[in-house]
């Protein structure tokens, strides 16, 4: 078992361009279904992003290339975009595609955009890290809001 797991974590992490370094309380995996299950204070660390969960699921293909992880519970995360914009927030559900390197955001979302001081709070929210886009809904009864920082301009005299 032991042989299983770091063979299970290596696969993972080699296929990656940077070493992706997973932390948790409890480890379990299926190599013939492509499931890997981490619970207990979940933290993924790949590159300058990082997420943070009580479970993290990580669904790989025939070849162990991961093809979607679930965050459930509490998540957060740092992301940094393919273009360079850095973002933070947290979730109670996150989906990220790694193939298209697109996260999807669900329930009491906030996002907010380090560098360009912008915040979204919604219930579902989509972002394209390749694309550089955003998208948002809100909940049945709330909107979608967008915060946009302003530099205020000093009045003439």
Do not use: C, W
Not at 15 to 20: A, K
Request: aromatic share 12%; hydrophobic share 35%.
């Amino acid at each position: 078992m032991k042989y299983f797991i770091i063979l299970t974590f290596f696969l993972i992490s080699s296929l990656m361009s940077e070493d992706l370094k997973v932390k948790a309380n409890k480890f379990s995996s299926d190599e013939k279904d492509g499931i890997t299950i981490f619970t207990g204070d979940v933290n993924i660390i790949k590159g300058s992003d990082e997420l943070n969960a009580s479970k993290v699921t990580i669904y790989t293909d025939k070849e162990h290339q991961p093809t979607k992880f679930i965050a459930e519970g509490n998540a957060s995360f740092n992301i940094q975009t393919e273009k360079g914009a850095l973002y933070k927030g947290k979730a109670q559900k996150v989906i990220y595609y790694p193939l298209k390197k697109e996260y999807h955001f669900f329930k009491d979302v906030y996002l907010r955009q380090i560098d360009e001081k912008k915040e979204i709070i919604g219930d579902e929210v989509i972002l394209k890290s390749i694309e550089g886009k955003a998208y948002a809904q809100g909940a049945q009864k709330e909107p979608v809001i967008m915060i946009f920082t302003m530099p205020e301009k000093e009045e003439k005299k």
